[in-house]
């Protein structure tokens, strides 16, 4: 006679197994394969630090140093990985005598990464270690709020430096062409909160001014003109400005929402800023007032970024077209190594997440048969660990089908939520036509638990649940 002790896990696998089997049988086997590929097992995270907020101010990865990482901490700490964010070592920062000071922004030579600059407040600091140590320059007692400072991102003898002094209601923007030797006031009329470079041409640099301008400079920083335009935004609107290494003449502006005042979410300019175009569309149809917090070129594709926007990171691969969410939540600035694949990190509400950038956004139909029917099928396996596979199909024309609007190819959304019915990510956001389709879904970063999948094309509605069981 067996006792409680040892029947007990017996009868826990008979119905583990009976629940499998029964959840199994509503899977219909014989729908058609085609290939979806969503990487979501990557993510980490690698905020370790200790009585720090969650968000980082700015980031570093070395190129030169495997896993050598440099991270803005909080206003007055910086702090260094050797490990790739495993472990976390503070700076020591010597700024001037009596000196009150924020970390602001740093900046790392391009050439040689183990020298930086760090926008202090108060001071401009020097590191030749790589940030393990920071010195006083000793060169800007006379100025305060030093808030910024980049490298030139192809030339390594040219440093820039902005600061603003309300007392004085004085802006001054500074170059250094000997790497930092020595510095020359280029403007005094702008405030700029970011610069960046033409890949092709040194000379040529867009930047940010405080007032949402947007500035452009050719002869190497001495004269700058404003290149807004067409492009609608308002004060303190403009946050982001990043431009095509591949293409210079490509730059892309992202925008805050401001309730009441017109704004372009996202735009760009395919003639070095001479007009501009949106192409925020889709992201208005995520969110009507949404922000972009965050945007990050893919320097081998063009036209594929990452993008922070309201409730979440998002993937586009054809310029803004179609996104993918790959992360639900609060997100801010985006960063990534020079690897390839590279490690893509960013500012979230669950604090600073790493990921391998082998996630795609495309849907591809492999098989030539056209269904009659929509169907969406149960997932394969279900329950699953980690990944499972979501097949449905469109058929040409039916009941509830766009088509009959005169709309061939319909747009379909797949997205999927958790029991509490919050967004978990979206899978399918784009046009697709008639055929055969499947979407791998990992869920390697979620709990175990019940999940809903809900697809909408057209009039056609439908949700299956699945089950993640570790």
Same mark, same amino acid.
């Given at each position: 006679?067996?006792?409680? #002790? ?9 119905? *583990? ?11 219909? &086997? &014989? ?8 990487? *979501? ?16 101010? #700015? ?77 006083? =320059? ?9 808030? $910024? ?99 210079? #003449? ?12 017109? $704004? ?22 995520? #969110? ?34 179609? $996104? ?11 960063? &990534? ?54 097949? $449905? %199909? ?31 990510? =979206? ?19 979620? %709990? ?13 509605? *439908? ?7 570790r």
């Amino acid at each position: 006679m067996k006792t409680k #002790d040892s029947y007990s896990p017996s009868l826990s696998t008979m119905i *583990k197994q009976l629940i499998i089997l029964l959840i199994i049988l509503t899977v219909n &086997s &014989s729908a058609q394969t085609n290939n979806y590929k969503l990487s *979501k097992n990557n993510f980490v995270n690698i905020d370790t630090f200790e009585s720090i907020s969650a968000k980082v101010g #700015d980031l570093f990865v070395d190129p030169a140093i495997e896993g050598r990482i440099v991270a803005i901490a909080t206003y007055y700490d910086v702090v260094v990985s050797v490990n790739n964010g495993n472990d976390w070592t503070s700076s020591t920062l010597n700024t001037a005598v009596g000196s009150p000071f924020r970390c602001l922004s740093f900046t790392f030579n391009p050439g040689n990464p183990n020298e930086g600059y760090l926008a202090a407040e108060t001071d401009l600091l020097k590191t030749t270690n790589g940030g393990v140590t920071w010195g006083s =320059t000793k060169m800007f007692q006379d100025f305060s709020n030093i808030n $910024y400072v980049v490298w030139h991102a192809f030339d390594s003898n040219v440093v820039f430096m902005s600061n603003f002094q309300p007392m004085f209601y004085e802006t001054h923007l500074f170059r250094s062409i000997d790497g930092g030797n020595s510095w020359a006031i280029v403007d005094t009329m702008t405030e700029y909160e970011r610069l960046v470079f033409n890949a092709e041409d040194p000379n040529i640099i867009y930047g940010i001014e405080l007032y949402s301008l947007i500035k452009k400079s050719t002869d190497g920083g001495e004269t700058w003109e404003t290149i807004n335009n067409n492009l609608v935004s308002k004060f303190d609107e403009v946050r982001v400005l990043e431009i095509s290494r591949k293409n210079p #003449d490509i730059l892309y502006c992202g925008q805050l929402y401001y309730e009441g005042y017109d $704004y372009w979410p996202l735009s760009m300019t395919t003639n070095g800023g001479e007009s501009w175009e949106r192409i925020d569309s889709t992201l208005l149809e995520i #969110d009507s007032h949404g922000s972009v917090d965050g945007l990050l070129l893919d320097n081998h594709v063009e036209g594929r970024f990452y993008i922070s926007y309201t409730g979440g990171l998002y993937l586009t691969e054809d310029n803004g077209k179609h $996104y993918q969410k790959i992360y639900s939540g609060i997100t801010g600035t985006i960063w &990534s190594d020079s690897k390839d694949p590279a490690t893509i990190y960013f500012n979230s509400d669950q604090g600073l997440l790493k990921f391998i950038d082998t996630v795609t956004v495309g849907v591809e139909r492999i098989e030539n048969e056209i269904p009659s029917n929509f169907v969406l099928e149960q997932n394969y396996p279900n329950p699953f660990n980690p990944s499972t596979t979501i097949k $449905y %199909s469109i058929p040409t024309v039916g009941t509830g089908h766009p088509a009959n609007a005169g709309q061939v190819a319909p747009f379909v959304r797949l997205v999927v939520y958790d029991i509490l019915g919050r967004e978990v990510t =979206t899978l399918v956001n784009e046009e697709q036509s008639a055929g055969n389709y499947e979407v791998a879904f990992d869920a390697n970063n979620l %709990s175990s638990g019940v999940y809903y999948y809900k697809i909408r094309i057209g009039n056609f509605v *439908k949700t299956r649940k699945m089950i993640l069981l570790r």
